[in-house]
């Protein structure tokens, strides 16, 4: 992998920079978004449709999107979902009718779906396989801080120009185009940087070539190779949705919770992202190093811990302090949940690298599942039943996902270490090939 004269991997480096200029963007219009909505009519629950239509497209086309990075190269369809987002992302500044936000929404949405797996994909490729949680915790904090810091220079836009969106959502699509930059220019596109082989294919290709009969290699790759087993699969992705359901049912909607159901101002609500970017600066790595280290159990019992704390803090103190405290808390539990969901993703991934994308896009369907589905219950839960039902909505929901990850981490433990073995084996041979 290449690396920079201090030891650094440039790749991943090119990625986390991407991964700030993409995430500031996408944070001012995830601030703007939802009161832009709100003046223009938008009830609350059709915010949170708003919010939803993004990611249910995005759950939509993953898989085929995956499939789409595995053949094409990662790098090819980043730069070019990247270039998709940011056409999008300005058209914000022209719409000013209910339904063109739908439409925006959904062609980010479109975009989203090959950008992720893509993403994923080359963190997954470039990572030291001891060390999945602590790259994908990076990445994580450095999304998330620019995140922040998108949502609190939102907040104090809207504040200095009396709400004024379209420039609001132009400053946001320029910030979009130099993520483009930063990928064409340092993120390597040759294919030794993509889906590289699989240990286990290059020992099939060796024989091929030397005129191994194809029903060999089947029966070979057969006894050898461990299945990516379809209840594991499947397990995953509703861990997924649990966990990222009961996070999204806040996050999408907290502007409006704390400007409607707090009482505080456009620019206190802005400045809360900023205090969210200094937790994460300091949690994010921390979550990651203890995932890769200790326990990635432990760091998934804090992420629910933190919602039910969180949701709590929201109930019993709707003004500025518990706003803040709430919200603190609350990202905390992200921050505990990214590096040990992107880390289980890439174990996953790792036993077909061929389709390394594909994969990955699949078992994220869960988590945009649970993206979908997070803002659309909680807003009609609070639509219907007032705020209090949905936080304590949310309570029922963190719980449940807890129970549910003790019994899926436990099973993944007790069947992960015979496939990490097999493929163990199968690198070693072929290094003892190499060497011949």
């Given at each position: 992998?290449?690396?920079?004269?201090?030891?650094?991997?440039?790749?991943?480096?090119?990625?986390?920079?991407?991964?700030?200029?993409?995430?500031?963007?996408?944070?001012?219009?995830?601030?703007?978004?939802?009161?832009?909505?709100?003046?223009?009519?938008?009830?609350?629950?059709?915010?949170?449709?708003?919010?939803?239509?993004?990611?249910?497209?995005?759950?939509?086309?993953?898989?085929?999107?995956?499939?789409?990075?595995?053949?094409?190269?990662?790098?090819?369809?980043?730069?070019?979902?990247?270039?998709?987002?940011?056409?999008?992302?300005?058209?914000?500044?022209?719409?000013?009718?209910?339904?063109?936000?739908?439409?925006?929404?959904?062609?980010?949405?479109?975009?989203?779906?090959?950008?992720?797996?893509?993403?994923?994909?080359?963190?997954?490729?470039?990572?030291?396989?001891?060390?999945?949680?602590?790259?994908?915790?990076?990445?994580?904090?450095?999304?998330?801080?620019?995140?922040?810091?998108?949502?609190?220079?939102?907040?104090?836009?809207?504040?200095?120009?009396?709400?004024?969106?379209?420039?609001?959502?132009?400053?946001?699509?320029?910030?979009?185009?130099?993520?483009?930059?930063?990928?064409?220019?340092?993120?390597?596109?040759?294919?030794?940087?993509?889906?590289?082989?699989?240990?286990?294919?290059i020992e099939d290709a060796d024989q091929?070539?030397?005129?191994?009969?194809?029903?060999?290699?089947?029966?070979?790759?057969?006894?050898?190779?461990?299945?990516?087993?379809k209840p594991r699969i499947w397990s995953?992705?509703?861990?997924?949705?649990?966990?990222?359901?009961?996070?999204?049912?806040?996050?999408?909607?907290?502007?409006?919770?704390?400007?409607?159901?707090?009482?505080?101002?456009?620019?206190?609500?802005?400045?809360?992202?900023l205090l969210g970017a200094v937790v994460?600066?300091?949690?994010?790595?921390?979550?990651?190093?203890?995932?890769?280290?200790?326990?990635?159990?432990?760091?998934?019992?804090?992420?629910?811990?933190?919602?039910?704390?969180?949701?709590?803090?929201?109930?019993?103190?709707?003004?500025?302090?518990?706003?803040?405290?709430?919200?603190?808390?609350?990202?905390?539990?992200?921050?505990?949940?990214?590096?040990?969901?992107?880390?289980?993703?890439?174990?996953?991934?790792?036993?077909?690298?061929?389709?390394?994308?594909?994969?990955?896009?699949?078992?994220?369907?869960?988590?945009?599942?649970?993206?979908?589905?997070?803002?659309?219950?909680?807003?009609?839960?609070?639509?219907?039943?007032?705020?209090?039902?949905?936080?304590?909505?949310?309570?029922?929901?963190?719980?449940?996902?807890?129970?549910?990850?003790?019994?899926?981490?436990?099973?993944?433990?007790?069947?992960?270490?015979?496939?990490?073995?097999?493929?163990?084996?199968?690198?070693?041979?072929?290094?003892?090939?190499?060497?011949?």
């Amino acid at each position: 992998m290449t690396k920079t004269r201090l030891g650094i991997n440039a790749t991943l480096l090119a990625i986390m920079a991407e991964g700030l200029a993409s995430r500031f963007s996408f944070g001012i219009i995830g601030f703007a978004l939802p009161l832009y909505a709100h003046q223009l009519g938008l009830s609350v629950a059709e915010i949170g449709f708003l919010i939803s239509v993004n990611f249910a497209v995005a759950m939509l086309l993953k898989p085929m999107m995956g499939r789409l990075a595995d053949r094409r190269g990662f790098k090819r369809c980043l730069v070019f979902a990247l270039a998709a987002r940011s056409l999008v992302s300005l058209l914000f500044a022209l719409a000013w009718l209910p339904w063109q936000l739908y439409a925006i929404r959904i062609g980010q949405g479109a975009s989203r779906s090959l950008r992720d797996p893509a993403i994923h994909a080359i963190i997954a490729e470039r990572s030291a396989k001891d060390a999945l949680a602590t790259s994908f915790a990076w990445y994580g904090t450095v999304k998330s801080i620019a995140g922040k810091l998108g949502y609190g220079l939102a907040g104090i836009l809207l504040a200095a120009t009396t709400q004024d969106f379209a420039l609001v959502f132009t400053v946001s699509a320029v910030l979009s185009l130099i993520a483009i930059f930063v990928v064409w220019r340092f993120v390597p596109a040759s294919k030794e940087n993509l889906a590289a082989s699989s240990p286990l294919a290059i020992e099939d290709a060796d024989q091929a070539e030397e005129g191994s009969p194809d029903n060999t290699l089947k029966e070979h790759k057969a006894e050898d190779q461990p299945p990516l087993a379809k209840p594991r699969i499947w397990s995953i992705m509703m861990l997924g949705f649990l966990m990222s359901g009961s996070a999204k049912m806040i996050g999408g909607l907290f502007p409006l919770l704390a400007v409607e159901y707090g009482g505080l101002t456009v620019a206190q609500t802005g400045s809360i992202y900023l205090l969210g970017a200094v937790v994460i600066l300091i949690a994010g790595p921390g979550f990651g190093l203890l995932s890769d280290r200790v326990s990635r159990r432990l760091v998934l019992l804090i992420r629910s811990i933190a919602n039910v704390t969180s949701s709590v803090v929201f109930m019993v103190a709707p003004n500025l302090a518990g706003m803040i405290g709430g919200y603190l808390i609350d990202e905390t539990g992200k921050a505990a949940f990214r590096p040990a969901w992107g880390a289980l993703m890439a174990e996953n991934s790792d036993l077909d690298r061929r389709n390394r994308a594909y994969i990955m896009a699949k078992l994220s369907l869960g988590e945009e599942a649970g993206a979908v589905m997070g803002p659309l219950f909680a807003s009609l839960v609070w639509n219907t039943w007032g705020v209090i039902a949905m936080l304590a909505a949310r309570i029922v929901l963190a719980v449940v996902s807890e129970i549910y990850a003790i019994v899926v981490t436990k099973s993944y433990a007790a069947d992960a270490e015979p496939q990490r073995e097999v493929h163990a084996r199968k690198e070693r041979q072929v290094s003892r090939d190499n060497h011949k």
